[in-house]
Every structure is written in structure tokens, then in C-alpha cells.
């Protein structure tokens, strides 16, 4: 009993410590909201019913949890939102603030990993994937 106290308790830290990444992920560049919401959602799922509804019941984060945990998408608009805050916010400090290459090229590696991972989701549902409730 204690040894699944402890793993839940596990679960729930990473789980808040993801879901504060991806709140300033928001407001930073290089961390990306959405994978860090969504392991969140994943970690509490793990370790606290209550954390874990709150979170799908979230005005901001819930439908992009749900459309993941449902069906593994990432909507367009989502994908939009994130690659232009990312291009925005990291193009400035690129282009007009010195710092040295290497740490430009860490940069550029990270929003593109980011980026392609986040294109690389399915937009919506497949056909088969949604089901009619008309339908049975």
C-alpha cells in the first residue's frame, strides 16, 4: 500500500512540475505548452482523478487534451497558435541579440523538433476513429 502511495505521490509531482512548464511555456519560447500539458494530463491520470478532470475540464487546455487523449490530434488552429508564438518570440533574440552560435543553433534545433513534431499530428479525426452517434 505504501509503495502505490508513493508512486501516485511520483506521478503527482511530475505531473505539477509538467503543468508549470507548460504554463511557461506560454511565455517562453522554448518551452513547448502543449507536450507539457499533455503529459500532465497523462501523469495525472495516473495519480489524481480530481487534478486530472480539472484539467480536461480546463477552458484552455481541455478540448487540446481531450482531442489527444481521444484521438491523438492536435488540432490546425493549435498548430498555428504554437508555431507562430514560437517563430515570434524566438526570432527577435535571434536575429538582433548576441549570444553565441552554438547557442543559436541549440535553439533552432529545439523549435524545429518542437514544430515538426507538432505538424507530424493528425489535424482531426480519422473517419474511422469518429463515431456517429446516430449511428449503431
Not at 505548452?33 to 491520470?45: G, K, Q, R
Not at 480536461?56 to 507562430?84: M, S, Y
Request: proline residues 7%.
Amino acid at each position: 500500500m505504501l509503495k502505490k502511495t508513493v508512486i501516485r505521490s511520483v506521478w503527482l509531482l511530475i505531473g505539477l512540475v509538467s503543468l508549470l512548464l507548460g504554463i511557461l511555456g506560454v511565455f517562453l519560447p522554448l518551452l513547448p505548452t502543449t507536450p507539457f500539458v499533455l503529459l500532465s494530463a497523462f501523469c495525472f491520470s495516473k495519480s489524481s482523478t480530481r487534478m486530472h478532470s480539472w484539467l480536461l475540464n480546463h477552458r484552455i487546455f481541455g478540448q487540446l487534451i481531450t482531442d489527444w487523449e481521444t484521438h491523438g490530434v492536435i488540432r490546425t488552429k493549435v498548430k498555428v497558435i504554437a508555431t507562430c508564438s514560437m517563430l515570434l518570440l524566438v526570432s527577435y533574440p535571434l536575429l538582433f541579440i548576441p549570444f553565441p552560435i552554438w547557442l543559436k543553433v541549440i535553439v533552432v534545433i529545439s523549435i524545429v523538433s518542437v514544430l515538426l513534431f507538432i505538424w507530424s499530428r493528425p489535424s482531426k479525426p480519422s473517419d474511422n476513429q469518429v463515431k456517429d452517434p446516430l449511428k449503431l
